[in-house]
Nanobody, 123 residues
């Protein structure tokens, strides 16, 4: 079983920045993405990046504020979050697509998930 581990969550003031990191075990490089989910809400796509870093996708709510990048040597991805808003507060999850196909923006297309890291943005 592939293990996906996120880190970097915390408390930040509105307008501030935070960087999340995600590392997946195993060999090779695969499409990876970030999602977030608030209590009582469906899991929401945030940002994704293809196996070679050639394709990046962002949700409209974070486009221009968040940047996803990857380090293929470590099979790791980062999410740089700038100009954070109170509405960004929730648990963020990292996911990896190894066997399934489909759009990286769809949770159902992801094969392995991390346990999440909490981001709290004060008003």
């Amino acid at each position: 079983q592939v293990q996906v581990v996120e880190s970097g969550g915390g408390l930040v003031q509105a307008g501030g920045s935070l960087e999340l990191s995600c590392v997946a075990s195993g060999y090779g490089t695969y499409t990876m993405a970030w999602f977030r989910q608030a209590a009582g809400k469906e899991r929401e796509f945030v940002a994704g990046i293809s196996w070679d870093g050639g394709t990046e996708n962002y949700a409209g709510s974070v486009k221009g504020r968040f940047t996803i990048s990857r380090d293929n040597g470590k099979n790791a991805v980062s999410l740089q979050m700038n100009r954070l808003e109170h509405e960004d507060t929730t648990v963020y999850y990292c996911a990896e697509q190894v066997y399934n196909g489909g759009a990286m923006s769809e949770p159902r297309s992801m094969d392995y998930w991390g346990k999440g890291t909490l981001v709290t943005v004060s008003s």
